[in-house]
Structures are given as C-alpha cells and as structure tokens.
C-alpha cells in the first residue's frame, strides 16, 4: 500500500517537472510555475492524492 503512494507522488513528481519544461512560465506571474521546485511538489502532492485514493 505504501509503494503505491510513494511512487504516485515521485510520478506525480517528474510530472511537474515535465510541466515545467514544456508549459513553464517565463515572466513568473503564475506562482506555481514559476519555479520548478514549485512544480515538483505540486505535482508530487497531486501524485500522492491520486494514488492514495485508490
């Protein structure tokens, strides 16, 4: 049960970063992608959503 969450969210994870290369934002007016950290985590808590509610 764990493995499945742990790997939704590191998915979920590479998924924001894939965001963050192809849709981005240049001029920083979108918080969230702004940086890719930001986009990492957002897409690991996403991730971690998703999965653990299977």
Known sequence: M????I???LVG???G???YKLVGCPNG???IT???HRTAIYGA????MISSSF
């Open 2 to 5: 764990y493995i499945k969450i």
């Open 7 to 9: 790997i939704g969210s």
């Open 13 to 15: 994870g590479a998924l």
């Open 17 to 19: 970063l894939l965001y």
């Open 29 to 31: 007016s979108w918080p």
């Open 34 to 36: 702004a940086k890719p």
């Open 45 to 48: 808590i996403l991730g971690f």
